[in-house]
């Protein structure tokens, strides 16, 4: 909405309403507006009344009209006042000078005679002449600013302008500081000089000493602030001036000024709230309407449309009284209501309501309304009959070719299948340049949706050189042009377009899309720097976007190309921190997982291996020939099983030796199997143990050693006669003596479990035959004692473990033999004997027994 001029009006009438930046508003008075009992009016006019001089003060100067204003307004309009001057130490001016005055006071008052006689042709020339003779006169200050006041109410601006500028050169401090600030700003203002009239004005603001002229002052320091671009500034002295609702006369013009503000910067809610305040509070009519009616118009503009309190408004402005353009707007808004909320046949009713009552300002805008409802409401005729309406009544007008451009945007809008047909009838008749181009774009756009590629992009290239298509347009028709030029595989010229429209449109919100693109195509011809570049600069500049993950999984695969793994592991991580459900996750979680396992992260790998492998067989099942398969499952799958060995977690290694061995074309590795073996059956789970052991006996790469662990699990779990046969095997294998009497005793250890006493001891003999001295020779005398024991021979049981302690004397062994044979002299009812060894035990072996005896 254009803001209404309002030339005419006199200074106060800035009061109630913005005056358009560039015309010459009037200076403020510079008295506030009081009432009869001392108050301030809060009329939106203000009225003048006499203000009375401060007691011994001299009388006032005469108000005079400011230089620049429009000329004298009806009798009901008040004038502006005069600044106030300091007080004159005589009281008053006097006619002629005294008998008893200086010369210097004499010539004062001749030249105050004539400025209280409104004479200020003669006056000028007296302050000229005491200014001239007496250049340090204490009255210096007084003369300098009537004498401006002489000159600028006579029109002679530069001389008023100099009289002030001498004042405020010459002078610091004293009364007359603020008023000649303001009354130079005043000049300046009038010469559209802002940035000087700026300066005037801020000083004026803090040097008057009435607050009516303070706020003044304010009022037109925010206006120079708009007029120079300052609207950020502006709107901050206006929200200022807003809350300063004692003597201020202008608070309506500024609230009015700070709502536009706010609506100039898409601070919608905000300046709505600011116009609703003003029709309320307003007890000016015309702003009252203007206000109200605003208020109908922004409240649709709100997201969502408040349509309630704009159908509100619009309705309190068609009751108001007068006729005013704002309420052929109500009208109109009352329409668009009507049209957004589908209810097309309302709108016709309303426009057959209006009849002849349509103002000829607004009945284009009212028709177009109506053939949009018409067509919306099937009525194709008589939308056709409408446009014509259009044509007839407004020929040539703005509206008749918006008519016939509206039909090929609804034509595109509903992808009518005629429409290029169409377009190209409405192009043979020669439409203005910009209508030209718009519909152009819209064919190119409806060849681009078809898949028409080289179509599209003839008429795209072209648009990117046209005068009249909105940057944002020509941004978009450019960005289609690239795209264009990708499908059909002109990388190279694609390259070329994609960069024309980043550097030509930096901010513009397909920015990172050509940023992608671009490294897409830099990436087919293996330009991977370029590539590269282009996705960092897509990650640093756009932190929201979803073109980055796209951007994050190219550049981790370039990285990886280029053999910067560390990089590639990070750029997948940002990967998966920002896109978690990515349809690249499982390659991300691969390499990720990668990476750390060749740095021998193992704890990091795991789980990132983990995903990859679980991702991988997830989409096998969904597809047998997903390529995933063959990438991640198994290549994860055999990372993760390693990784779980190398960090020496038995139970993870087993978990995926079993997923392994199941899916996996390669078998168990044989070190993770003997491991496992060892591990379980150091661990106590010997039937594990046997698992994984099984497994690796059968491989060509099993040893002796692997079949003793085994043997050694299955006799721990009850299983002797297997182990018997495992042991036998093993002994098969070995001839060194030392291996073959540690098998031959673990064979012994089984053939007694299962009764084979016999063979027992033969196994038993061979070891003692073997190693006839040492611990294992201990070992074997024990198992021997242990036969006799099992043949229910505990007495020659005993000898036999007692026969250790002579030959051997080993922390472990020994005291184990001697406990052996306290158990036997036992069971042959020795008690004696067993006390004996029971005391040499615990005196030679203390550590032993209360180690094996200590309470839990």
């Known amino acids: 909405m254009k803001r209404r001029p309002l030339a005419g009006l006199t200074i106060v009438a800035l009061g109630l309403a913005r005056l358009p930046l560039g ?52 009798a009901a309009t008040p004038k502006p006042m005069t600044p106030p001057g300091p007080e004159d130490p005589a009281g008053s001016i006097r ?140 709107r901050v002295e206006y929200e200022n001036l807003v809350g300063t609702p004692k003597d201020n006369p202008f608070q309506d013009a500024s609230r009015l000024s700070f709502a536009l503000l706010l ?80 209810k097309s046949q309302q709108v016709l009713d309303a426009y057959h309501k209006l009849g002849d009552q349509i103002s000829p300002d607004i009945k284009p805008q009212v028709l177009m309304a109506v053939a949009t409802a018409q067509r919306q409401l099937g009525n194709n005729a008589d939308a056709l009959s409408t446009y014509d309406q259009i044509a007839k009544e407004f020929p040539g007008s703005v509206y008749d070719k918006e008519a016939q451009f509206e039909r090929l945007r609804q034509m595109y809008a509903s992808n009518d299948p005629k429409l290029v047909e169409e377009i190209d009838k409405y192009l043979l008749a020669n439409p203005e340049e910009q209508k030209r181009d718009e519909v152009l774009l819209m064919k190119a756009e409806v060849l681009f949706k078809k898949q028409d590629y080289l179509g599209a992009m003839e008429i795209y290239s072209p648009l990117e050189m046209s005068r009249t298509l909105s940057p944002a347009r020509k941004a978009d028709a450019l960005f289609r042009l690239g795209w264009c030029q990708i499908q059909t595989q002109n990388l190279e010229q694609a390259i070329k377009v994609f960069t024309a429209f980043i550097n030509g449109y930096p901010t513009h919100k397909l920015v990172p899309m050509a940023l992608v693109q671009r490294g897409l195509a830099n990436q087919s011809m293996k330009n991977l720097t370029g590539a590269l570049k282009d996705y960092e600069t897509l990650l640093k500049n756009h932190p929201k976007v979803p073109q980055r993950e796209l951007a994050l999984q190219q550049q981790a695969l370039i990285q990886g190309q280029e053999g910067n793994y560390p990089a590639m592991a990070e750029s997948f991580k940002q990967l998966l921190k920002e896109f978690p459900e990515t349809a690249a996750r499982a390659q991300a979680s691969y390499w990720i997982g990668y ?103 059968p491989r060509e790469e099993a040893t002796p050693e692997d079949l003793l662990l085994l043997g050694d699990s299955e006799s721990k779990v009850g299983k002797s006669k297997e182990a018997v046969e495992t042991f036998q095997k093993y002994l098969k294998s070995v001839k060194l003596p030392t291996p073959r009497v540690n098998g031959l005793l673990l064979l012994a250890t089984c053939q007694i479990a299962t009764g084979a006493l016999e063979e027992a001891q033969k196994s038993v003999d061979e070891a003692l035959m073997l190693q006839p001295e040492g611990d294992l020779n201990g070992r074997s005398r024990i198992k021997a004692g242990d036969i006799l024991m099992a043949r229910k021979k505990p007495e020659e049981a005993a000898k036999v473990y007692e026969s250790v302690a002579v030959m051997l004397d ?23 004997e067993a006390n004996k060894t029971l005391n040499k035990i615990k005196s030679r072996y203390p550590e032993y027994w209360q180690r094996k005896h200590a309470t839990p």
């Open 263 to 342: 609506k100039d910067g898409d601070r919608v809610p905000e300046a709505l709230k600011q116009i609703q305040t003003l029709a309320k509070t307003t007890e000016n009519p015309e702003l009252k309407l203007e206000a109200t009616a605003r208020s109908g118009l922004w409240a649709l503009e709100m997201t969502p449309p408040q349509t309630t309190q704009a159908d509100a408004d619009f309705k309190a402005v068609l009751a108001m009284p007068g006729n005013s353009s704002w309420k052929q707007l109500a009208q109109l808004g009352q329409m668009k209501i009507l049209a957004d909320a589908g």
């Open 23 to 74: 015309a010459q508003d009037p200076a403020p008075p510079l008295k506030p507006f009081l009432n009869d009992d001392g108050t301030p009016v809060r009329r939106a006019v203000p009225v003048q009344r006499g203000t009375p001089a401060p007691t011994g003060t001299p009388p006032r100067a005469i108000p005079v009209r400011p230089l620049g204003t429009p000329g004298p307004a009806p």
């Open 595 to 697: 990476v750390a396992f060749e740095a021998k992260n193992y704890k990091e790998a795991a789980p990132y291996l983990k995903d990859a492998r679980d991702l991988a067989r997830a989409k096998k099942a969904g597809d047998p020939n997903a390529e995933d398969k063959e990438q991640f499952e198994e290549k994860a799958g055999i990372r993760l099983l390693l990784d779980q060995y190398y960090l020496e977690d038995p139970t993870g290694t087993a978990r995926e030796v079993e997923l392994y061995s199941k899916e996996g074309k390669t078998k168990v590795p044989v070190e993770i199997l003997r491991w496992l073996g060892r591990k379980f059956n150091e661990g106590g789970s010997h039937e594990s143990a046997i698992k994984y052991l099984d497994m690796l006996i």
């Open 95 to 234: 006619v002629s000078p005294s008998a008893q005055t200086s010369p210097e006071q004499a010539q004062l008052e001749i030249a105050d005679s004539f400025y209280a006689k409104k004479d200020y042709e003669a006056a000028a020339p007296e302050y000229e002449r005491y200014l001239g003779l007496y250049p340090n006169g204490p009255d210096r200050v007084t003369a300098l600013f009537r004498l401006g006041e002489c000159y600028r109410i006579r029109g002679s601006v530069n001389a008023a302008k100099n009289a002030y500028e001498t004042l405020l050169k010459q002078f610091v401090n004293g009364d007359f500081i603020g008023p000649a600030a303001y009354r130079l700003a005043e000049l300046y203002y009038a010469e559209k000089q802002y940035r000087e009239a700026l300066d005037l004005f801020r000083k004026a603001s803090v040097r008057v000493k009435e607050p009516a002229v303070a706020n003044a002052a304010k009022f037109f320091a925010a206006r120079c602030m708009e007029a120079l671009g300052s609207k950020r500034d502006a």
């Open 810 to 832: 080993d922390p472990e062994i020994t005291p184990e033999a001697l406990e052996k044979a306290m158990d036997a002299w036992r069971a042959c009812g020795r008690e004696d």
